[in-house]
């Protein structure tokens, strides 16, 4: 094929045009989010009763302390890949700057053992048998920031929140319902308990 | 109970596709047949200084898609290599060279494969002045290829295929820009992020530190899907709850993946003056998708691989509020198009559930394949069909009316044969060659065993089809896989692209000739299992040794333990 040169300074000259538009095209909806939606824009950021912000809704939190041993008052997430790579160890992960899975296969024998230990530390932090131990509750999400727990793996907390809180497991059960979403129409999506908010109202009963 | 679920979020998309296929079919059909330019059009024509109403021939045409492609390809490389002086960089530096042009090739290829990590890696202006707008035009491009060849049926002794700066131009400005700015906008209402701030600092509710990235995300998200691209704004990509926060976002981005691959049959079928040959490709696309989907949540929810069996459910690499069945359908659909976008982590997968989407890829991504690339591939293999059921019965093949020759025949040839040469060529180089051998075992794999070698294998498969989604475990950025990927897509891209163009022109040239009663059907269902049968027997027959390695090994591994 003959070099043509006249196709590629139309094609120069038409990477430039539409690089104009999709600039055009991304503030034109930065501009219709920021009027018209401002806090889904900016990322759905809640705050707690001094009025800090705290996080997202939308992004998981762990709650742990800095060993990263299990906080016993707080409702547990599940456990997250997503590390602060500029830590040489991170116990408290779910770092919304380095959103990851474990990409780990079913065959391997790290993440088999890790599974089997956390199944046994969680059956014994809760007081109930292994086997009621739900499968996300030891598996990591795929983004490392999964906000969500399944209300199986909520249902099993419920007595240790409610214990350590003061509270009746009736008031802890109940904040965990106004904090489940469940299925649209019945089938689109799972059932599903937000850790994050749901913390958060935990902390605001005080 | 599962495939009760399994079955409703089926016809859910199903019956959402139904409705608008004849809406959006026919609109399209209206944009690429009509010869009126809009006022904003004209513009464009004349800065880019073509005439509009010119035909072009196969190689005026194919000269404009590479051309407009190497230019693509050397922009969007220049534009990282200058990212630490550019606005918005985020405090990140040049990307380097080797990585620069993995994603350069990547994106322009419409693959997105992503040996970078976004969120280490690159500002908001590389992602919105270059790779997002690459999504667009490199979406456009696949679909103005597929236009042309679909031209080649429909035109009668032709010298020309159409325009291509007319098709790229109308495919962005009237097809994808619309649907973006809808479909966005309902994107942020619904959750996903859209803004230039800082990343911001917290103090969580736990009083751990978190920093949470943000971005002008919901105008990025939305095309990535559209445009069957693939690649995140996040390192996550779909399953990053800023990118995909909830059951309704995720639907969304299912039918934004689907819609312009599935409505483009009905295009076809009014071109070529016959709704149901549409039907006909549309019938041998839902088959494959869904026999595929239905392999997926099988694996998922019946495995009894080690993590499964341990768990009770392999919620390994998915997030809780997509579960087992939409983590499932989207992958479907992401390796099925040519998206490559996830919502859950491919690489912990089962053994069996990863390889359906393995197999969604070698198929040829045409169930419906990515924007224009599914088609023109279905296209392809219905040529080979028509000709293997001509040997048959001993007649001179046929296809929409145009005689399948020799001269057809090996470019349908040819064009299927770049796929599994580049990867298994790929595949076997990585392990024979001893320097990436060394740099396979050393950086590269995430897993050990037949688990990592479907890594490599995931990558090449993903790379050749310009899909993009990986056993996202492997470490990619090393000099022997960006250049391999890099070549990988760029081959996979154009070789097969350039055959299409040609094959256009030649059958374009061609007079239609008249139906009689030794014609072949090709709109009904008898050819429908035809082209399924061939398609499943090519990839089938080509990669079983490669499956056998990997995936199936892994499986039975998972079985006899």
């Known amino acids: 094929m003959s070099l043509n040169l006249r196709s590629y300074w139309a094609g120069f000259k038409a990477v430039i045009v539409f690089t104009i538009i999709v600039i055009v095209y991304t503030f034109f909806m930065t501009g219709v989010g920021q009027l018209g939606m401002p806090d889904k824009a900016n990322g759905s950021m809640i705050t707690n009763a001094q009025g800090e912000v705290v996080g997202s ?11 990263g041993e299990a906080l016993p008052q707080y409702f547990q997430s599940r456990p997250s890949a997503a590390s602060n790579p500029d ?51 030891t598996t990591s999400s795929s983004s490392g920031l999964d906000p969500h727990i399944s209300p199986a793996y909520a249902a099993i907390q419920v007595k240790r929140v409610a214990k350590e809180r003061n509270l009746t497991e009736e008031q802890v059960e109940n904040l965990v319902k106004k904090n489940t979403t469940h299925r649209g129409l019945g089938f689109v999506g799972e059932d599903v308990v937000n850790v994050v908010t749901l913390n958060l109202a935990l902390d605001e009963l005080k | 109970m599962v495939y009760i679920y399994a079955f409703l979020a089926f016809a859910l998309i199903a019956l959402i596709l139904a409705a608008i296929y004849k809406p959006l079919g026919d609109y399209m059909y209206n944009v ?31 000269r404009g898609v590479l051309g407009f492609s190497l230019m693509s390809v050397l922009f969007l490389y220049l534009l990282q290599r200058i990212q630490h002086w550019l606005p918005f960089n985020m405090g990140f530096d040049n990307v380097p060279g080797p990585l620069a042009f993995n994603t350069a090739a990547s994106f322009v290829t419409n693959t997105n494969w992503q040996s970078y990590s976004p969120d280490v890696t690159l500002g908001y202006t590389v992602q919105f002045a270059g790779l997002a707008v690459q999504n667009f035009v490199s979406a456009a491009v696949g679909i103005a290829v597929a236009i042309a060849l679909v031209r080649g049926f429909a035109w009668r002794k032709s010298e020309t295929i159409g325009n291509f700066w007319v098709d790229l131009t109308r495919a962005t400005m009237r097809l994808l820009m619309p649907i973006a700015i809808v479909m966005g906008i309902i994107l942020i209402a619904l959750g996903v992020t859209q803004n230039f701030a800082d990343w911001i600092h917290v103090t969580t509710i736990a009083g751990n530190e978190q920093t949470i990235m943000q971005g002008p995300v919901a105008s990025q998200e939305v095309i990535k899907e559209l445009g069957t691209n693939g690649g995140g704004f996040f390192n996550a990509n779909s399953s990053h709850p800023y990118e995909n926060p909830n059951m309704w976002t995720n639907l969304i981005e299912i039918l934004l993946m689907l819609c312009i691959p599935v409505a483009l049959t009905r295009t076809t079928g009014r071109m070529v003056g016959n709704i149901k040959q549409g039907y006909a ?36 690499g998915k997030e809780n509020r997509f579960g087992i ?23 912990s997968y089962t053994a069996l559930g990863g390889m359906m989407y393995m197999l969604n890829m070698m198929l040829g991504e045409v169930s419906p394949g990515g924007v224009g690339a599914g088609l023109y591939g279905i296209l392809v293999m219905a040529i080979v069909t028509v000709f293997i059921a001509g040997l048959m019965v001993g007649r001179t093949p046929e296809y929409l009316g145009k005689k399948i020759g020799p001269r057809e025949m090996k470019m349908a040839s040819l064009y299927f044969l770049v796929m599994p040469i580049t990867v298994v060529a790929g595949v076997a180089l ?69 055959l299409v163009i040609a094959l256009a022109g030649s059958l374009a040239k061609q007079d239609i000739v008249p139906e009689t009663s030794g014609t072949m059907k090709t709109d009904n269902r008898l050819f429908v299992f035809l082209l399924v049968f061939v398609i499943f027997i090519i990839s089938a027959l080509t990669f079983f040794p490669t499956l056998a390695l990997g995936p199936l090994a892994e499986g039975l591994e998972g079985l006899v333990a």
């Open chain 2, 32 to 62: 690429f047949t009509s010869d009126k330019d809009l006022f904003f059009e004209k513009w464009i024509y004349k800065i880019i200084g073509v005439d509009s109403k010119k035909g072009q021939t196969w190689k005026a045409y194919l």
């Open chain 2, 430 to 498: 990585s392990f024979a060659v001893p320097f990436a051998r060394q740099s396979i075992f050393d950086t590269s794999l995430n897993n050990s065993g037949n688990h990592g070698f479907s890594e490599v294998v995931y990558a090449f498969t993903s790379a050749a089809n310009n899909n993009g989604s990986a056993f996202a475990g492997i470490t990619a950025d090393t000099p022997w896989l960006d250049t391999m990927l890099g070549l990988a897509v760029l081959l996979g891209r154009f070789l097969p692209i350039a």
């Open chain 1, 87 to 137: 830590l040489d160890e991170d116990n408290v992960n779910y770092w919304a700057a380095a959103s990851s899975g474990t990409n780990k296969g079913h065959q391997d024998e790290d993440l088999i053992k890790s599974v089997t230990d956390l199944r046994e530390a969680i059956a014994e932090r809760e007081g109930v048998s292994v086997k009621d131990v739900p499968a996300d509750a």
């Open chain 2, 281 to 316: 490709l549309l019938g041998a696309m839902v088959v494959l998708f869904g026999i595929s989907f239905l392999c997926v949540v099988t694996a998922e929810s019946f495995s009894s691989d080690p993590i499964t069996n341990l768990t009770g459910g392999s919620m390994e």
């Open chain 1, 57 to 67: 809704s939308l992004i998981g939190q762990s709650f742990v302390d800095s060993k």
């Open chain 2, 325 to 347: 069945v939409w983590s499932g359908l989207f992958g479907t659909t992401s390796t099925s198009t040519s998206t490559g976008a996830v919502n859950s982590m491919h690489d």
